[in-house]
């Protein structure tokens, strides 16, 4: 009997709505029951940052030493969102000083910090003026070249100022705009830049025609796949949080898009995130 696909979810934040283990647990089995393999923690400040952090020790302090992980093997990133930009970088600097004072090598085992990110622009909310989120979002955009760390983009309502600073700060070669919610347009200026495209649960969306298009047009190596969690629960499961259990949901839409089984696309957008965040090959 073949093996299940195994999947990588590349973008959640399961360290910001859980209170406990009680809670984490049962949810990280069930991603293992779904066949996810892998996980990256996603931090937006330093809090939450360091947050992830935790969380991703935790969880690889749990699988060390089991005969069988109980749970995926879980990463984690630092960045600070544009919605929080007007805090400055201060902090987030102080913690990445203390959580990796050099330049990053791969492969990065378990409970690594990967990234930088999530970072960006957001025009849509404009909670820190734009000046500010333009200003975090180049700096971000250095500190990961110069630490030898994947970008993980954020960007909404803000493609031109977007593409402008990745193309002037020059974008570091493992860059991801997350949960892409652009159309054909969007993705081949971004894909031009080198950038990769994650997508989430929105694909599933009745209103999402062009992100499905953008979807469909995405070369292979660049495709990775997210739940966002606990945000953008993909149809049928709208108006529950979401989790990483669901992300061979949003595979199997974007490979019904694509014309491919969907053990292809967990194949293809786990070795990518693999590649993009100095993961161990499996």
């Known amino acids: 009997m073949a093996s299940p696909p195994l999947w990588t979810d590349s973008h959640c934040h399961l360290q910001e709505p859980l209170g406990s283990a009680q809670e984490l647990e049962p949810l990280l089995a069930r991603a293992v029951g779904a066949g996810v393999e892998r996980l990256v923690c996603i931090g937006t400040d330093a809090e ?29 990133t630092v960045g600070l969102h544009p919605h929080d930009a007007s805090d400055g970088l201060g902090p987030l600097l102080a913690l990445l000083g203390r959580l990796l004072p050099g330049r990053a090598e791969a492969p990065r085992p378990p409970g690594s910090v990967v990234a930088i990110g999530e970072c960006g622009l957001d025009y849509h909310y404009d909670h820190s003026p734009r000046p500010l989120q333009r200003e975090a979002f180049a700096e971000q955009v250095g500190i990961a070249a110069e630490r030898g760390l994947a970008l993980v983009v954020h960007t909404r309502e803000a493609w031109d100022d977007t593409v402008s600073i990745l193309a002037e700060a020059g974008t570091p070669a493992a860059t991801v705009i997350h949960c892409f919610t652009g159309g054909p347009d969007e993705a081949w200026r971004l894909l031009e830049l080198g950038a990769h495209l994650s997508f989430s649960g929105i694909v599933t969306f009745p209103n999402a025609a062009e992100v499905r298009e953008a979807a469909r047009l995405c070369p292979e190596e660049r495709l990775l796949v997210e739940t966002d969690s606990p945000f953008l629960a993909p149809v049928p499961h709208r108006g529950r949080p979401n989790e990483p259990a669901l992300v061979p949901v949003v595979g199997a839409a974007l490979a019904a898009l694509r014309g491919v089984e969907p053990s292809h696309i967990a194949g293809l957008t786990s070795a990518n995130a693999s590649r993009l965040y100095g993961l161990p090959v499996a």
């Not at 060390?64 to 109980?70: D, E, K, L, R, T």
């Open 48 to 76: 939450t940052s360091a947050a992830a952090v935790e969380l991703a020790g935790r969880v690889t302090a749990a699988n060390s030493g089991a005969a069988v992980a109980p749970f995926p093997a879980a990463w984690a």
